[in-house]
Each structure stands twice: as C-alpha cells, then as structure tokens.
C-alpha cells in the first residue's frame, strides 16, 4: 500500500493547503460507500495498529527519542505498549461494544421493541499535540476506528520526528483510503478546521481548544477537547510519607513533568511539610543520581521555546532542589520550589515541565478551598491514611479524574473514562468510552403493523381522551 498523507507545507505551502480540502472529500467518498462499517473491517484496522506497534517498535522508540529524549522504558510504557494494549482490547470487546442494546418500552410505546444501535459517526478530525505524540494520535484513532470511522490525523509539529514516522509509516498497516494524515503546524489545522468534519477530537492547551470549538461550531461539529491545567496534588498528616514522595516524584518528573496529569503543584498540611520536602528531595536524588543531566531515566523539553518558558517559571519561591538548566541540551533539572506564594508566574499557568512547588496549608479544609478558588482540574490526587479525608476531598472537589495515594494511575484502566471538565475540557475516551465519543448512538423502535390501535387518531372523541388519559 502507498502512504496517503499530505506532507508538512514546507516545499509549496499553498499546493498543499490546496489539496486538503479534496483528503477530506475523498474520505467522506469511502464512507459513504459502507466499507468501515463491517466488523471485519474494524477488526483489521485495529489488528494492523497491533502490528504497526510490533514490528516498528523501534522506529517508534526512536522517533519518540529524537523529539523527547525519552528513556525507552517511558516510551514503551506510556505510549508504544499502551497503544497496543488499547487496539487490543477494542478488539476483544468490539463484538460486545457494537451489538444493538435492548432497553425496555413503556406501555404508551406497547406493542414494540426499543433498542439502541451504535452507528459511525463518518468523517473525524483526530488533533494531537507533542508530548506523548505517539499515544495522543493513536489512542483516539482506535476509538474512531472501533466505531467504523474515516479519520483524518493532524500530529503535533512540535513533535516532528513522531509525526513524519506516523506519516511514513503507519499507512502500510491501516487502510490508507479510509485514514489520512496531514501533516503540518497552524496553516494546515486553520485549513482542516474549515472543512466539515462529524467529530473533532483535540487534544492541546485551552487557547486553541476555543478556536477548535469557535470553527466547529460554523457546521455544528461536536467537539472532544483535552485540555489541561494544574492538577493539585494534596498531601495530609496521615499519608505514608515514603511512599507519597517517591510517587509524586516519580509522577511530576516521568517525561520531565510535560504531561497533561501531571501533578502541577503540592498542598501539603504544615505540620508534615518539611518532612515530605526532605522525602521528596532524597527520592529526586534516588531516581536521577547527583547529576540528572546524566542520568538515562530522564526526558528533555520538548523545545527551547519551552525552555525559555520554564525557565523563567524557576525564580519563584526557595529552590529545594534542582534549578541547574542547560538550553544547547534542553535539559531542565528536576526541580522542587519551597516557600511559594500563589502571586509568583509559576503558579499563573500550567508548568508543563519538571518544576514542583510545593505550598504548606493549615488543614485538608484549606486545601479543599485553594482547589476550588481555581478551575476544575484535569486531575487531582489525594494521599492520606484517612478514609474520611478521601472521601472528602473527591466530594468537596471537581476534576476530570482523580487517584487516591498514587499518582495518574486512573488512566491505566480502560473501563475509566478519561476527560475533563470545565476548563480541563469536555467529553472522554479509553476503552468502550472512545467507541461512545466516535458513535452515534441512535433510538431506534420497532413496531409491528398487525396491531394498530385507533386511539392516537383524530377526530378526536371524549371517550378517546378518557382513555387516553387513563393509560398516559
Ligand atoms: P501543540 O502545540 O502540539 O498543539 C496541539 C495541536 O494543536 C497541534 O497539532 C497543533 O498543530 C495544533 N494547533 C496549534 N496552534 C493552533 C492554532 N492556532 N489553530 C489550530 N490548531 C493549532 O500542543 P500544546 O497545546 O502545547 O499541548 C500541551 C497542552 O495540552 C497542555 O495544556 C496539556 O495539559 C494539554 N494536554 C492534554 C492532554 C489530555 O489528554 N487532556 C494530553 C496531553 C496534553
């Protein structure tokens, strides 16, 4: 099969901006003519992304390497064996997931049989951004096509090693007439996003999920936006401090803190403050030795843009540890800042690097209340001994998802939906809940004709509204 893609506009942007149009009409083509809407054809997409992730496991590693600078076990367990696992299981419940739903009819329907069918949606625009560029691309795309979609993929650019390998060659092992990958930055998105799509599933920061929602709504396009923000990490007096500072290390500092759930900033309760910082700094110096510029097991930023950008963000608060950067290498220090105020930059905006303030409140109330002075976060994790605690802080807060003593762990389960809310975003996927964001699922009755009651008919009598009213 040849690769059908359209290739990043470097050479002669406005031929290729010109043909995007035509990758969306073609595609629209091949759904109308049926051919997604088979099992079979499912099935053999999915069972082509398994073999994608097993026979160019090492193209992927290596595209991811040369973006991130990912250490090998990251790359295979975040994205590479996570997209495997995921067309697998898509696969195994595909049958269950597509069957037609009974639900029952009420008496006013009666005679009569109520199903729901999970129908395709068509053609989807599936955008996904840098930081795990492989998984963020992939994933959706198995839900879309479990559902029997036409996808078009937009990777990230600022990952371009991820998305030229996608483009190469993830086309030998989908149908490349039913899935086509556009590659490129803005111009190329701007272009798309003025095309029709059935769906729109983005995956970015807010500022551009208003502009996807702004230009969906102009063909009332439903949108799927993961978003991000700072999701809090609150620590009380009762937690296992050993094991909470070696997981919200471990958490904050996987890819080098560029990851959507990672946690953003700590509360932790005053009276267990410093000995959680002391835990914290030893687990930094555990994990990525006394020099973590050498160390194997640590991710570089994505850019010097965003190096700039993080850079800036360490003059808040006290240095615990860390702060040493290096922009020829990419490379920023694991980094935990004490003694910071919600007035210094790093507290205005998502980190999305490995910087981890660290702020002290009197009481999981106080913490509670901070939480909910800012927007609905993408994550929040609670680590505390104390039933009671936990069930307060999931009840008195709002996030996308939550884990309690670990960190973004609630991912790893397919039967858990993964989204946002509010500001985090809106709709959520994995598992059967990507098949549900990429179907329509439609009511469908079945009446039979040998039964046909004149009630409902005009004219209308007295005794009709009598009865009528008896039986509603
Ligand atoms: P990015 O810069 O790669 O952008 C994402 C996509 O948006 C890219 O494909 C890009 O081409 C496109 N884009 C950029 N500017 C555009 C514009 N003006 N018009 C149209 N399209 C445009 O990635 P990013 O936004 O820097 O990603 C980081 C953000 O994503 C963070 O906020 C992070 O929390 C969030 N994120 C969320 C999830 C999640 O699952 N909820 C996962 C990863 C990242």
């Known amino acids: 099969m040849t690769a ?43 069972e082509g992304i398994e073999r994608f992730v097993a026979e160019c496991e090492k193209d992927i590693f290596e595209a991811l390497h040369a973006d991130l600078g990912k250490p090998e076990i990251e790359a295979f367990g975040a994205e590479i064996s996570y997209v495997a696992n995921d067309a697998k299981h898509a696969r195994k419940h595909l049958a269950q997931w597509m069957k037609e739903e009974k639900v029952s009819t009420p008496l006013v329907a009666m005679p009569g049989k109520s199903t729901i069918q999970s129908e395709p949606l068509g053609v989807v625009l599936i955008i996904s951004p840098w930081n795990y560029p492989f998984q963020l691309l992939m994933a959706p795309l198995v839900g879309a096509l479990a559902a029997g979609n036409c996808a078009v993929l937009k990777p990230s650019e600022v990952a371009p090693h991820t998305s030229a390998m996608l483009a190469k060659l993830l086309p030998r092992y989908v149908d490349p007439t039913c899935i086509e990958i556009v590659e490129g930055a803005v111009p190329e998105t701007t272009k798309l996003l003025e095309q029709r799509f059935d769906h729109i599933f983005y995956t970015g920061n807010g500022t551009v999920g208003r502009i996807i929602m702004r230009a969906a709504a102009e063909h009332l396009t439903p949108v799927t936006l993961e978003l991000g923000g700072k999701s809090p990490t609150i620590v009380d007096r009762t937690a296992d401090l050993d094991v909470t500072a070696k997981r919200i290390v471990w958490g904050k500092f996987f890819n080098a803190g560029q990851t959507c759930v990672a946690p953003d900033y700590v509360l932790v309760e005053e009276s267990v403050h410093d000995a959680l910082l002391t835990r914290m700094v030893a687990a930094v110096r555990e994990f990525y030795g006394d020099d973590p510029q050498r160390s194997d097991s640590y991710c570089r930023i994505v850019n010097e843009r965003h190096h700039d950008r993080l850079t800036k963000l360490l003059d808040s608060g006290e240095i615990a540890c860390g702060g040493q950067h290096d922009k020829s290498d990419r490379f920023i220090a694991p980094t935990i800042l004490r003694d910071v105020t919600w007035d210094d930059a790093v507290m205005k905006e998502e980190i999305f690097g490995p910087i981890l303030p660290v702020l002290a409140v009197r009481d999981v109330d106080e913490a509670i209340r901070t939480v909910n002075d800012h927007d609905k976060p993408l994550a929040l994790y609670v680590f505390s001994s104390d039933k009671s605690t936990q069930k307060k802080v999931l009840a008195r807060t709002s996030s996308g998802g939550a884990t309690v003593n670990h960190v973004w762990m609630h991912l790893a389960v397919p039967d858990l939906p993964f989204g946002g809310v509010g500001e985090s975003g809106m709709g959520a996927y994995h598992g059967k809940h990507s098949f549900d964001v990429f179907s329509h699922r439609k009511a469908v009755l079945r009446k039979p004709t040998q039964v046909d009651p004149p009630i409902l008919y005009p004219p209308y009598t007295a005794t009709k509204t009598k009865w009528v009213k008896r039986i509603l």
């Open 4 to 46: 059908q893609h359209v290739p990043a506009s470097s050479t002669d942007p406005s031929t290729e901006l010109d043909l995007i149009p035509q990758v969306v009409q073609r595609l629209r083509a091949r759904f109308e003519s049926g051919v997604t809407r088979s099992r079979r054809w499912r099935e053999q997409q999915l």
